[in-house]
C-alpha cells in the first residue's frame, strides 16, 4: 500500500541554531514586534516543544508587544502577591537590581536557587519569558536544567520509587528553603500547599520529567524530615553539570522557557552593586500536572 501522502510543510521564516545537547535554540531573522501569521507562531511552537528554550535575538519590544505575543501561547498569568501599596503587579514585572533611586544593588532570593515556576500553585506556570532590556557586560546568566534527561538518566530501581510519589509545595517552603523572612499568614492563606507528582508528563509530548525545585517542601505521606532530604537529593541528582544549559545573556535576547521540564535558576556572577541587570518578564498559565 502507497504511503499517505505527507504534507511538506514550508520552512519556517526565520533560521534555527541549536544551542547545546540540553536544549535552547538560538533564533534570529524574525521581529516578534512586527505582525506574523499562525503558520509562523506553529513554527515557532513546533521549536519550544523540541528545543524547551528559545531565545530570539536582537529584539525591540514595548511591554505591550510583549504582551501580545506571551498571549498567544495562552492566558496570562496573574501575581497571587500585591505591591507594598496593595495593588495588583503588572501582567509584566520587571526583574532587576535597582533600590528606588535606580541604583544597582546586591539582591538575593529565590530566583537564585533551582525552581519551576509557581509550582506552588495548584496550576502552575506553563512558559516565562524574558527580554534582556539592559544586561551587565559581563555575567548575570539565566540556567536551565533539563528535566526529561534527568528522569531518562534514573535506575529503573530509582524511578519505580520516585513514579509514584507526590511532593507538597509551597509559598511557605520556598521561603524557608532560601532563607528570607518567613511567609506571612496572609501569603500562607492565598497560597496554600499544593501537592504535584514528582514525574510529570509533558501534556504536549507524553515525555516524562522530574518535577521538583526550590518551592518543595516534603513528600506526601512520608515523614517530613524524610520525604525534604529525598527531595534534595533528586535535586542535586538532577541538576547535575550534563543536563545544564547556560544562557550568557545578550541586550535584546528575548528568551522563553517551558517551566512543564525544566528547571531554572539566576546566577549571582555579575557585578550586581555597579552593574545594571533589567528584564522584561511575563508567565503564561499551565495546566494541571499529572
Ligand atoms: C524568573 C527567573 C531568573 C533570572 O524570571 O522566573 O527565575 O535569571 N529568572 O532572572
Ligand atoms: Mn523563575
Redesign the pocket.
Known amino acids: 500500500m502507497a504511503a499517505p501522502a505527507r504534507e511538506i510543510a514550508s520552512p519556517p521564516p526565520f533560521t534555527m541554531k541549536p544551542l547545546s545537547p540540553v536544549g535552547g535554540v538560538e533564533i534570529r531573522g524574525i521581529d516578534l514586534a512586527a505582525p506574523f501569521g499562525d503558520e509562523v507562531f506553529d513554527a515557532i511552537m513546533d521549536a519550544f516543544l523540541e528545543h524547551h528554550i528559545l531565545v530570539f535575538r536582537d529584539q525591540k519590544l514595548s511591554g505591550e508587544a510583549q504582551l501580545a505575543f506571551t498571549r498567544r501561547f495562552g492566558e496570562i498569568e496573574e501575581h497571587v502577591g500585591r505591591l507594598p501599596n496593595g495593588e495588583k503587579y503588572p501582567l509584566l514585572h520587571v ?1 532587576h537590581n535597582l533600590d528606588e533611586d535606580g541604583n544597582p544593588v546586591r539582591i538575593s532570593g529565590g ?1 537564585y536557587f533551582w ?1 519551576t ?1 509557581k509550582s506552588y500553585h495548584a496550576v502552575p506556570s506553563l512558559l ?1 519569558m ?1 527580554h534582556a532590556v539592559e544586561t551587565p557586560s559581563e555575567g ?3 540556567q536551565f536544567a533539563n528535566m526529561h534527561m534527568a528522569w531518562d538518566s534514573l535506575d529503573r530501581e530509582t524511578q519505580e520509587e520516585v513514579s509514584d510519589l507526590c511532593a507538597i509545595h509551597s509559598w511557605e517552603a520556598n521561603r524557608r528553603n532560601t532563607n528570607q523572612s518567613p511567609a506571612t499568614d496572609v501569603q500562607k492563606r492565598e497560597r496554600p500547599p499544593v501537592r504535584h507528582p514528582v514525574v510529570r508528563s509533558h501534556p504536549v509530548t507524553g515525555r516524562k520529567a522530574l518535577y521538583l525545585g526550590i518551592h518543595t517542601s516534603h513528600i506526601d505521606g512520608r515523614p517530613k524530615e524524610e520525604g525534604h532530604a529525598f527531595l534534595n537529593r533528586l535535586l542535586r541528582r538532577a541538576t547535575k553539570a550534563d543536563f545544564i544549559y547556560t544562557h550568557k545573556w545578550q541586550k535584546g535576547d528575548l528568551v522563553l522557557w517551558d517551566n512543564r521540564c525544566l528547571l ?4 549571582a556572577n555579575f557585578d550586581m552593586e555597579s552593574e545594571r ?1 533589567v ?1 522584561h ?1 511575563t ?1 503564561v498559565k499551565g495546566t494541571v500536572p499529572y
Open positions: 526583574i530566583n525552581h515556576d516565562t524574558l548575570g546568566d539565566t531554572h535558576r539566576a546566577v541587570r528584564l518578564r508567565v
